[in-house]
T-cell receptor
Framework: QKEVEQNSGPLSVPEGAIASLNCTYS??????FFWYRQYSGKSPELIMS????GDKEDGRFTAQLNKASQYVSLLIRDSQPSDSATYLC????????????FGTGTQLKVEL | GAVVSQHPSWVICKSGTSVKIECRSL??????MFWYRQFPKQSLMLMAT?????????EQGVEKDKFLINHASLTLSTLTVTSAHPEDSSFYIC????????????????FGPGTRLTVT
């Protein structure tokens, strides 16, 4: 079982819809969770971080964390074509120093 | 805030030569810097973790004598690809972590724009 799992997609949503991206992790002791956006040919960009159970909203983005079920999700409201990218889930798992464990990413396509 | 730069953004070199890539945190001090590589349409692969003033910690399978990492200050880390070969051609990306006084936010990583290396 991979430490951080994401559906590779592509996930296609129409413009204006809500995109829901999911991530599960295996280490129950994980405390820090991050979402990165990576456009094709570019480096990842941190868009959300979440540390406590529940929802955290920032503009059109909402991160949701459920430690009991070991999943973290990212909702993008009013999806725009410019949101088309690969979204990486990253988790600070126990041990291993201070590095993050990344999922393989979910490709999101927002269609006109 | 939290800006990380990399130089060069792209480089072409001949097989057998060495290439140095610089990574700088511009507006914060980075207690830890990370080096990744990414092949087309593949996931990020962590190569090594470096802390200022310490030897880098390399991931399994990464040759430390081939990929030399120096973290000379809290704002600068360098990766030198020695005796580069065509199979080293890849997108190399650094990231930096402020590591502020512990706590869950200390693990945030900010990425540089990446360096595209082509070895001919």
């Amino acid at each position: 079982q991979k430490e951080v799992e994401q559906n590779s997609g592509p996930l296609s949503v129409p413009e204006g819809a809500i995109a829901s991206l999911n991530c599960t992790y295996s280490d129950r002791g994980s405390q820090s969770f991050f979402w990165y956006r990576q456009y094709s040919g570019k480096s990842p960009e941190l868009i959300m971080s979440i540390y406590s159970n529940g929802d955290k909203e920032d503009g059109r983005f909402t991160a949701q964390l459920n430690k009991a079920s070991q999943y973290v999700s990212l909702l993008i409201r009013d999806s725009q074509p410019s949101d088309s990218a690969t979204y990486l889930c990253a988790v600070k798992v126990g041990g291993g120093g201070n590095k993050l464990t990344f999922g393989t990413g979910t490709q999101l396509k927002v269609e006109l | 805030g939290a800006v990380v730069s990399q130089h060069p953004s792209w480089v072409i070199c001949k097989s057998g030569t060495s290439v140095k890539i610089e990574c700088r945190s511009l507006d914060f001090q980075a207690t830890t810097m990370f080096w990744y590589r990414q092949f087309p349409k593949q996931s990020l692969m962590l190569m090594a973790t470096s802390n200022e003033g310490s030897k880098a910690t390399y991931e399994q399978g990464v040759e430390k004598d081939k990929f030399l990492i120096n973290h000379a200050s809290l704002t600068l880390s360098t990766l030198t690809v020695t005796s580069a070969h065509p199979e080293d051609s890849s997108f190399y990306i650094c990231s930096a972590s402020p590591g502020l006084a512990g706590g869950p936010s200390s693990y945030e990583q900010y990425f540089g724009p990446g360096t595209r290396l082509t070895v001919t």
